[in-house]
């Protein structure tokens, strides 16, 4: 970010007319994130989970800015049910279907900024960049710099939503909280730009 825009051998996101969106992924497993909650005086809530290790969920999403336009999350979610053959977390080619459903649903070019695993780093993934460099930039955040990705204010206001304290009976229970609460946020514009503000990065028209 420079000043809030970001910028490449002076072109910046207003320059293309293109939306900013920063990318993270997280892991919700069937262990619920733990909340205050409210209990008698002397017992501990316990919240009890279920013993059996079904699977996991993962979920890949971009929080897209334009200045002028209502903040964006767009998201990806994969299932992993420990079968025989299944990929256990995303593959490139799940990154590059997040990317191109943004471009659709945006319908302007996008300046990407995720960090450097390894899998935003491969071949495949720098050959789909160089191949669409007419909507597509990419920058990489620096390492162990996730205070700047507002992403990470997403996956905080999930956890201390509906998946705090949830004792989930199933994979596809947790999938289906997962979804309401990241649906809900996508009808608050307003703590998407928190989630920004919170980095302290700025945009700006120009």
Not at 64 to 73: A, D, E, K, V
Not at 96 to 112: E, S, T
């Amino acid at each position: 970010m420079e000043g809030g825009g970001v910028a490449a051998g002076g072109t910046t996101a207003a320059d293309l007319g293109a939306w900013v969106c920063f990318e993270d992924e997280c892991g919700p497993t069937m262990r619920p994130p733990v909340a205050r909650t409210w209990g008698r005086r002397g017992a501990t809530p316990v919240v009890k989970v279920p013993g059996r290790r079904e699977g996991r969920a993962s979920v890949a999403a971009l929080a897209c800015y334009r200045p002028g336009q209502r903040s964006r999350l767009i998201y990806r979610m994969h299932r992993y049910r420990r079968r025989k053959g299944e990929a256990a977390s995303f593959t490139w080619r799940h990154y590059r279907d997040l990317i191109v459903m943004a471009h659709v649903q945006l319908g302007a070019p996008i300046v990407l900024v995720w960090d450097n695993l390894n899998r935003h780093l491969c071949p495949e993934m720098r050959h789909f960049i160089a191949d669409n460099g007419d909507w597509l930039r990419v920058f990489q955040l620096p390492s162990y710099a996730s205070d700047l990705n507002p992403v990470e204010g997403i996956w905080s206001l999930l956890n201390r939503g509906g998946l705090a304290n949830l004792a989930a009976t199933s994979l596809d229970h947790l999938v289906r909280v997962i979804k309401r609460g990241l649906k809900k946020i996508q009808y608050r514009p307003h703590l998407i730009d928190g989630c920004l503000a919170g980095t302290g990065l700025l945009l700006k028209s120009s």
